[in-house]
């Protein structure tokens, strides 16, 4: 088994909500709530949930975009929380992220050149020649043509700028790459050849990625194992196989019999969830899934389960497995 690159321990990411008046805290919106779970080195963990459930904000505490309410990040052996931003700097570069929109997280006012540049002088290449043939390297591996460094991101199609986000994150020769939606803004064709390309270049560089989406079908494709986030928590952890043959969680089954299937021998029962995700400022009492489960009992109410080992590294929170 492949050593642990990255642990999350009981990771809690709080937003306050203020009043209006004299600034008071009445509560707090539970983006992330008391998440735990590691990647090992060399793997995809596929992070799959509705829209609300906390995967992009999850996703950015691990780069340290934004600053968690407590918990641990722990990365090689480091706690990145107990960590200054000068002490940040350097395993930073090992944490990359690429962004569902890449428009909008390009510098439209700056060539390729210098948006690939400014990363490498960060990462310690100080010379011209250093830097030009870095970028050209990089624009070699992500697809794209050599004339693509003098141009500016308006110029490039969704899925070059893509490609061109894809640069940015390898130019510091990250470890670990956090892939948030990268394909969701994309046309189906476009979609496969990004996901390819992502693919060749884990092979390549023996990267390690936490890939975020919703889509379950695209992250079965990309995923060695797959964690199912609800509303701020983990509700399973499963290998990719387990997906189609074993899935346990009611949230889990209700997301694969969503998928559409074109072969009629392969419909069976669909379980359609109902109702919006509940707001994270008013979590459901006990289960907070049980407000829209099919299987949902009085004890759900009351409890709030943790996730149970199944064996084989499979986990669910859910009641009905409670050993």
């Known amino acids: 088994m492949s050593e ?18 004299f600034s008071r805290v009445k509560g707090y919106v539970k983006a992330v709530d008391s998440v ?31 600053k968690p309410f407590s918990g641990e990040i722990v990365f090689k052996d480091t706690n990145l929380l107990e960590r200054s931003g000068r002490e940040l700097r350097p395993l930073r ?23 690939l540049g400014e990363a490498m002088k960060i990462r310690g290449l100080r010379t ?9 390297e990089l624009l070699h591996m992500v697809g794209l043509p050599q004339d693509a460094a003098t141009r500016y991101p308006h110029e490039f199609s969704g899925g070059q700028r893509q490609r061109l986000s894809i640069a940015r994150a390898l130019s510091v020769n990250p470890e670990f790459i956090v892939l948030d939606e990268p394909v969701s803004a994309l046309d189906v064709s476009m979609q496969a050849q990004i996901l ?10 023996g990267l390690t990625y ?34 189609d043959r074993d899935p346990r969680h009611p949230y889990t089954i209700s997301l694969i019999s969503s998928i559409p299937k074109l072969d009629d ?15 994270p400022v008013n979590i ?10 099919y299987r949902t009992m009085e004890e759900c109410g009351r409890m709030d389960p943790d996730l149970y080992d199944l064996g084989g590294g499979h986990r669910v929170a859910c009641l009905h497995y409670r050993r």
Do not use: W
């Open 93 to 115: 570069r090992n944490l990359q992220m690429v962004f569902q929109d890449p428009y909008g997280s390009l510098n439209p006012r700056m060539t390729i050149a210098s948006m």
């Open 210 to 243: 936490l890939f975020i989406a919703h889509d379950l079908s695209v992250v079965k494709h990309m995923s060695t194992r797959v964690a199912v986030m609800y509303l701020g928590r983990i509700v399973e952890i499963m290998g990719d196989e387990e997906i």
């Open 4 to 21: 642990t690159l990255l642990q999350l321990r009981d990771l809690k990411v709080y937003f306050p909500v203020v009043t209006r008046f």
């Open 36 to 66: 735990s779970f590691e990647v090992r080195k060399g793997e995809t963990l596929g992070l799959v949930g509705e829209s609300g459930s906390g995967k992009t904000t999850l996703g950015q505490s691990i780069v340290c975009l934004i």
């Open 284 to 293: 459901p009492s006990g289960c907070r899934f049980r407000t829209r489960c």
């Open 128 to 136: 011209r020649r250093e830097v030009r043939e870095r970028i050209r």
């Open 265 to 279: 021998e392969e419909k069976t029962e669909r379980f359609i969830l109902e109702g919006d995700i509940p707001s």
């Open 196 to 205: 390819n390309l992502l693919k060749n270049l884990q092979a390549q560089l």
